[in-house]
């Protein structure tokens, strides 16, 4: 069980807008950055947002990450079928002796 | 350009240890602290441990701790993670991944920017 809680699927028409959210708590998201990670079947990870709301210059804009006291947010608008990926969120959690944690991941499926 | 390639993954049978390498090109490695993260077949991403540039000072998780060894060789820009008394639920693709740093600033609590292809351990008799 992951301390971040990701819904474990979304789906969403080619166009649409998808949110995936991450529920934490206050000792990791509520006072620390969120990361995004975009892994495509058979791929390593990628960075998709950095410092909760960043977004690295190869990402497109239709990425975009938010915070809002213990609980982060990716939104992918005009969802394209090469976004059906897992993605994860991920943070440092000041209470925990293993203070790297990662979210369980969502499967997002393009319909 | 930036590049992670791990290497040293392979088939061992509970109980034996095995060595994971990172050899790291294309980016001041000595300037980085660098994790290792691991995914179990069909399953989530784990982070398993964090080495400080130098190497002096290191983060585990609970799972991994006392048994796995994460160092760091900056003349030859290699990370390096010794697995010991290996057991089957440390079967995963094992990933190593650079640090972000921001305006020379790589804090521990810095997220993974760059990501290697990862190598397999299989952990079964």
């Known amino acids: 069980q992951s301390v971040l809680t990701q819904p474990p699927s979304a789906s969403g028409t080619p166009g649409q807008r998808v949110t995936i959210s991450c529920s934490g708590s206050s000792s990791n998201i509520g006072s620390n950055y969120v990361y995004w990670y975009q892994q495509l079947p058979g791929t390593a990870p990628k960075l998709l947002i950095y410092r909760s709301n960043q977004r690295p210059s190869a990402v497109p804009d239709r990425f975009s990450g938010s915070k809002s006291g213990t609980s982060a947010s990716l939104a992918i608008s005009g969802l394209r079928s090469e976004d059906e990926a897992d993605y994860y969120c991920a943070t440092w959690d000041d209470s925990l002796s293993s203070p790297w944690v990662f979210g369980g991941g969502t499967k997002v499926t393009v319909l | 350009q930036v590049q992670l390639v791990e290497s040293g993954g392979g088939v061992v049978q509970p109980g034996r240890s095995l060595r994971l390498s990172c050899a790291a090109s294309g980016f001041s490695f000595i300037s980085y602290p660098m994790h290792w993260v691991r995914q179990a077949p069909g399953k989530g991403l784990e982070w398993a441990a964090l080495i400080s540039y130098d190497g002096n000072k290191k983060y585990y998780a609970d799972s991994v701790k006392g048994r796995f060894t994460i160092s760091k060789d900056n003349s030859k820009k290699a990370l390096y993670l010794e697995m010991n008394n290996l057991r089957a639920e440390d079967t995963a693709v094992y990933f190593c991944?650079?640090?972000?740093?921001?305006?020379?600033?790589?804090?521990?609590?810095?997220?993974?920017?760059?990501w290697g292809q990862g190598t397999t351990v299989a952990v079964s008799s």
């Open positions: 991944a650079r640090s972000y740093c921001s305006g020379g600033s790589c804090n521990f609590d810095y997220g993974m920017d760059v």
